[in-house]
């Protein structure tokens, strides 16, 4: 039954990723007309390890290459296609994706901090 539940979860994560990509595809200015404000940046003049990112998957739908964020196009390889192809992978040969989370949080940490480092080192 925790299987089923797993590929629901993961089935409702990659369903809002192709609707994010088709609405993007379609009409990416609708999301440049919201106004997304950092609160890192706006308090203390920092960017946040995803400041850009938005503004470069906008134009990453348009065929223009990513400029504001450098990991934009490596999350965006992760999110569009790794991701879905491991789920796939994982769900075929009905295989439990068990996750070390203390191994999993420790890497998170250290990702999101060298990608905070790297964003502010312009």
């Known amino acids: 039954m925790r299987y089923y539940i797993e590929v629901k979860t993961h089935l409702i994560i990659i369903s809002m990723i ?3 990509s088709i609405v993007l595809t379609i009409k990416p200015m609708l999301f440049q007309s919201v106004h997304f404000t950092c609160i890192l940046k706006s308090i203390f003049g920092l960017n946040c390890p995803f400041c850009g990112m938005t503004r470069d998957f906008i134009l ?5 290459k990513p400029i504001h964020n450098p990991f934009s196009l ?49």
């Open 18 to 20: 192709l609707l994010v």
């Open 60 to 64: 990453m739908s348009t065929g223009a």
């Open 74 to 122: 490596v999350c965006a390889l992760m999110a569009f296609f790794i991701y879905p192809v491991l789920f796939v992978f994982f769900v075929l040969q009905r295989k439990r994706i068990s996750i070390h989370y203390s191994a999993a949080r420790t890497i998170f940490i250290l990702a999101m901090l060298g990608m905070f480092i790297f964003n502010n080192m312009k």
